[in-house]
T-cell receptor, first 114, second 116 residues
């Protein structure tokens, strides 16, 4: 059974550009969360979506947006990229919104902004 | 706001020995969950162990166990019989009550090196 899959694995973008990151949750999981992990730090919560509705938003600017599709996959969009957006972006899925047993993470997308 | 602190940036352990990773957190809530995640060079975060705050009994998963001290807001991870495959970054994470959302709040992590 496939785990959480993210694409692409690596990405290089120029300042000011826009980027879209994709995530497919574990089959049957209805919740997808996005985290940003800057080098040397712990992951920071960006968004959670459950049943295609936003259930939570972290302290990130409006340049960050996301959506969830009917098949529960999700996209994270970042506009007007800044050098500081360079990070590992992790997607996590769970069966329900309330993940009492923790989330299953993907291997992430490494975004480099130059 | 809830915060999680891991005061040990890096730890080393000899293969087959025991090591303890520290974690403290700050919350005014009584109902919450705590987790330890492992992140190897492959980057994927892997759940190691979880603890429900309302349970006084410390969680155990094979060679991994926790020392949960609710009053002290401390949640340390003990790894027994350390193996080379345990080398990774370890993150402590907190998840509060439902009304505060389902987000995990992570500490800064501890790099664990295992020497053969």
């Amino acid at each position: 059974d496939a785990g959480v899959t993210q694409s692409p694995t690596h990405l290089i973008k120029t300042r000011g550009q826009q980027v879209t990151l994709r995530c497919s949750p574990i089959s049957g999981h209805k919740s997808v969360s996005w985290y940003q992990q800057v080098l040397g730090q712990g992951p920071q919560f960006i968004f959670q979506y459950y049943e295609k509705e936003e259930r939570g938003r972290g302290n990130f600017p409006d340049r960050f947006s996301a959506r969830q599709f009917p098949n529960y996959s999700s996209e994270l969009n970042v506009n007007a990229l800044l050098l500081g957006d360079s990070a590992l972006y992790l997607c996590a899925s769970s069966l329900w919104a309330q993940a009492d047993y923790g989330y299953t993470f993907g291997s992430g997308t490494r975004l480099t902004v130059v | 706001a809830q915060t999680v602190t891991q005061s040990q940036p890096e730890m080393s352990v000899q293969e087959a020995e025991t090591v303890t990773l520290s974690c403290t957190y700050d919350t005014s809530e009584s109902d919450y969950y705590l987790f330890w995640y492992k992140q190897p060079p492959s980057r994927q975060m892997i759940l190691v162990i979880r603890q429900e705050a309302y349970k006084q009994q410390n969680a155990t998963e094979n060679r991994f166990s926790v020392n949960f001290q609710k009053a002290a807001k401390s949640f340390s991870l003990k790894i027994s019989d350390s193996q080379l495959g345990d080398a990774a970054m370890y993150f402590c994470a907190y998840r509060g009550p439902m009304e505060y959302g389902n987000k995990l709040v992570f500490g800064a992590g501890t790099i664990l090196r295992v020497k053969s």
